[in-house]
């Protein structure tokens, strides 16, 4: 089912529970996009340097379409604007949820479904139990976030 929200990237006058999921799932989106590891980041050269033979041999295998793929493959990275946002979003479970541990859990996995294009069947499927109750929980966990947003005057973006 998709929410109105997700129709229009329209940004509300106050914070809103679906708000506040879509900023968590654009959160975690970001996040996923993110280079992982540490020091100089990655490396110009490719993987590994294929011999004329290594080619020859990938070919009659039907593997050589596949490794070219793989070589040219581009990778596009967030925005700063983009990271900023979900450095930004990604604590308000921590912050506004901390007591509330199945609350917390439950709008922290119902958000990493939806960057995945997932819901709470997905969910259900995953870790168990109703469907239902992960959204129930997680649009519950938003809503609490929304309200802590709006009496610290958080800005909406």
Not at 77 to 104: D, T
Not at 142 to 150: F, K, P, S, W, Y
């Amino acid at each position: 089912m998709i929410h109105e929200l997700e129709l229009l990237d329209e940004t509300p006058s106050t914070w809103s529970g679906p708000h506040v999921g879509r900023r968590l799932a654009e959160a975690m989106q970001t996040l996923a996009l993110l280079p992982i590891g540490g020091g100089s980041g990655g490396s110009g050269w490719p993987a590994y340097c294929y011999e004329w033979d290594d080619l020859l041999a990938q070919q009659a295998q039907g593997e050589l379409e596949r490794t070219q793929a793989m070589q040219n493959r581009i990778r596009l990275l967030p925005s700063s604007r983009e990271v900023q946002r979900m450095e930004v979003a990604i604590v308000w479970p921590a912050q506004y949820l901390a007591p509330l541990v199945h609350l917390l859990i439950a709008t922290n996995i119902v958000a990493l479904a939806h960057s995945f294009d997932r819901d709470s069947g997905w969910v259900a499927k995953k870790r168990g139990g109703c469907a239902e109750t992960w959204r129930e929980r997680h649009d519950q966990g938003c809503d609490i976030i929304a309200r802590g947003l709006r009496s610290c005057r958080v800005p909406v973006f």
